[in-house]
């Protein structure tokens, strides 16, 4: 199982950005995934998932202006971000668990200046 993200860069507050994260395997139809996110000097925080069939949690401070979706054709998932703010600035990560395993894709910058 390899996942890498990518999409990342810099933007200005108020602007958007969309992160992908490709999945090299058998059983992404089948799989539930996260993105995570890790700020300068901050431990590492999800930000929210989508389940096998498509249903999305997140985390309270990203409601309303994220969006995670998945192409099962494509075997990518993706991270709609808008309305950012400085504050989102951080390295962001996806992940999967299978068989009790995390995997996780190398991170993608996420720099917003105010």
């Known amino acids: 199982v390899q996942l890498q993200a990518s999409g990342g860069g810099l933007v200005q507050a108020g602007g958007s950005l969309r992160l992908s994260c490709a999945y090299s395997?058998?059983?992404?139809?089948?799989?539930?995934f996260g993105w995570y996110r890790q700020g300068p000097g901050k431990q590492r925080d999800v930000v929210g998932g989508i389940s096998s069939g498509g249903s999305t949690d997140y985390a309270d401070s990203v409601k309303g202006r994220f969006t995670i979706s998945r192409d099962n054709a494509k075997n990518t998932m993706y991270l709609q971000m808008n309305s950012l703010k400085p504050e989102d600035t951080a390295v962001y990560y996806c992940?999967?668990?299978?068989?009790?395993?995390?995997?996780w894709g190398k991170g993608t910058l996420v720099t917003v200046s105010s």
């Open positions: 992940n999967v668990r299978q068989n009790g395993i995390d995997y």
């Open positions: 395997g058998r059983t992404f139809r089948y799989s539930a």
